[in-house]
Nanobody, 122 residues
Framework: VQLQASGGGLVQAGGSLRLSCAASERTFSSYHMAWFRQAPGKEREFVAYIRWSGGHTGYADSVNGRFTIGRDNAKNTVYLQMNSLKPEDTAVYYC????????????????WGQGTLVTVSS
């Protein structure tokens, strides 16, 4: 599966961005999807995941209530709506796919997009 993330940019604190991740695979609907992020000098961390069917989602505590993950299997795309952004949300955001169990660990994901940079200014 090839993944292409987009939608990053520069936004002021309190603003919103919507990230998209397009998949090349026609069997996209069989993959669980997730977003991770990596800030400068920090390890990659889990942000959100969504079951292949879209029927179950999970979020990191740091983004719960501000971010929403969704998917459109007809368009082979997963989204991350980010609201009330904070400077600490600044990071490169990666989408990832797995055909294994739905987990929040990056080791559970086999396919990764190239990342899109989100910068939140104070």
């Amino acid at each position: 599966v090839q993944l292409q993330a987009s939608g990053g940019g520069l936004v002021q604190a309190g603003g919103s961005l919507r990230l998209s991740c397009a998949a090349s695979e026609r069997t996209f609907s069989s993959y669980h999807m997730a977003w991770f992020r990596q800030a400068p000098g920090k390890e990659r961390e889990f942000v959100a995941y969504i079951r292949w069917s879209g029927g179950h989602t999970g979020y990191a505590d740091s983004v719960n209530g501000r971010f929403t993950i969704g998917r459109d299997n007809a368009k082979n795309t997963v989204y991350l709506q980010m609201n009330s952004l904070k400077p600490e949300d600044t990071a490169v955001y990666y989408c990832a796919a797995t055909s294994r169990a739905l987990v929040s660990s990056s080791t559970g994901y086999d396919y990764w997009g190239q990342g899109t940079l989100v910068t939140v200014s104070s």
